[in-house]
């Protein structure tokens, strides 16, 4: 029965390489199928699986596939295991990869034929490298998955690589990525210095035998990847530029499932993190201080996809601040109601831009709620779910960080609301915009305004169903739920923080976050459904628009210098220095070769000179040797 | 006579034979001055094969010692006469076609 895991992978494997070898030869219609197909059996395999867990409470034993390094003390196997938190992490990416490729059939089908097998091959590839990264047993499989899926990411966001700026695009997030992941394996290597293993079945049961320090560098470090891989303060930029790619894959890799694999594998982690203060202060004040930052941009961005972007980075520092308290069912919840509602988002945004032509300026839509139903509605409801209205799947996940974030310290709590406020402010400013009020782009597009095919609406009905009712899986007890996903996942996140909140105080909690996201969710729709901002931002709002110029910062105090080095190196180092000293070797030789020419005159009488004259040398050498050597003992 | 004679004399030849190769230009000069430095290697090859065997003899046994350095002398006599009619042959044929002998006058084949 266990055998049934290696399909999980096999198939996205499967996909990518007919896709990607046979893509000249097949049709655009047989190329989304199988990429499609090839997901969905993914998708019922791993239903199997979750089943399987859920029913025996246990992880499926996995033999290892093979041994992956065997180096005299230790050995790392090629092996997955899949228990409550991987199985539960399956059925998000297989399910939302599922909808999100049939999406795309129909989004892409204007691309030419090849390049729509290189995308199918790609994504096929990505949701593979995602499932390795979820169902590796060890931190070295993970991190296979790791670099897959920043390598997919890097390929996808240069999809259109004709664009410079995209490329451009495309090389920041690969080389932000490679940042954080260079902290990840720092990780790994001191990990497996101090215990000599990297599978978790052995790390965790071990983690007293390690010091506090090694605790808290091995955990910092794998914040650090962390970091690079879900958008995190320092290293968060890369993926607003990551807009740079197809719209569907925004929403599957961008906002789904690979920006949440910090998520995951810091609560895989949690044995480790619960065991280090610093490590879990330094996620918490990372996370919330990425949310706020990154709600503030998104305030003033009028581009569909960059509030979006921002708003993704705002919600993954929503879940690293869960995790920062302990809270890690809560994070995980948020990662799956949020993968919902964003890849609603996303696929929304994609059918508006598809309906305008490739428009994603906001302030050239405006009334397009008559003109696109099913998109507005799903959009509105996505909207709504993710501003934490009750009894949308938002609420539930965020409310039980912000309540797990209110146990820890009121300060968490308070910065969260305000974040939340500012979430419901953006997302519904985006709403209103978009939807409502006046169309304001030009009378062509208007003329072409059409809702998108079925086979990009049904997806988003889908997800919009599981935008409202995911939040079921996890209603508190103080609302007369029983947290099933807290039951499931307990074996799994061992550690998990029990916060004792008066359920009084619980009520009230809930009642100010509710109310301040409905206040935010009233300003914005009033005063952005009959009067949207059309011209350029000034005084503040321009600060925000132009994202805090943290992207000049890191450009003037990391690039820039970098840059500067590389000239000196280039002109200086590289041209006068080593070139030199090569092409000065050259002429040495030249140089002394033309000299040595002279000695060969033609004339015989000089040749036999020198033969005479050296054999009297040689004699005179061969008579004194004794003291020669004698002489030369005594220099060396 | 001791066999310092005929080593200086040996030689005196042979550093004669040198110089003239050196500095003559003249081809069949340079050829005698070859077959000078080969004569003074014989006479030396002769003078130390008599002195091996006077000292052999003086031991008081029949003996055979020295015969090869007389051999050798054949051997360089053999070859030295079959060198001199190539060579004459070749300055002789030099002399057809250039009208000299001057050695210098050879260096054609340089560059």
Redesign the interface.
Known sequence: MNKLVYLVPLFPLAGFLINGLLRKSLSKGIIGFIGSAAILASFVVSLVLFFQVKGSGAAIPVEPLFTFINADTFKIDFAFQVDQLSSLFLLIITGVGFLIHVYSAAYMHEEPEQHVGRYFAYLNLFVFSMLLLVMGANYVIMFIGWEGVGLCSYLLIGYWFKNNDYNYAAKKAFIMNRIGDLGFLLAVFWLLSKLGTVSFNEVFPQVSRLTPTDITGITVLLFVGAMGKSAQIPLYTWLPDAMAGPTPVSALIHAATMVTAGIYMVARSNALYSLSEVAQHLVAIVGIATALLSATIAIKQNDIKKVLAYSTVSQLGYMFLGLGVGAYTGAVFHVMTHAFFKALLFLGAGSVIHAMHHEQDIRNMGGLKKHLPATHWTFLLACIAISGIPPFSGFFSKDEILAAAYAHSPVYWVLGVIGAAMTAFYMFRLYATTFLGQFRGTHEQEHHLHESPKAMTIPLIILAVLSVIGGMVGVPEVLGGHHELHAFLAPVLTTETHHEISHSTEYALMGISVAVAAVAIFIAVSKYSKKPELGEPAGFGKVLADKWYIDELYNNIIVKPLGALAGVLKNVVEKSGIDGAVNGVGRFVKYSARQLRLLQ?????GY??FM?LSIVVLFLLFWNQAMITQFLNKIF | MPIQYYIALASALFCIGVVGVLTRRNAIIVFMCIELMLNAVNLLLVAFSKMHYAKAAAAGAVTTAGTEGQLFVFFIMVVAAAEVSVGLAIIVMMYRNVHSVDVNFLNRLKN
């Open positions: 005159s033609g004339q015989v009488g036999i000179l005479v």
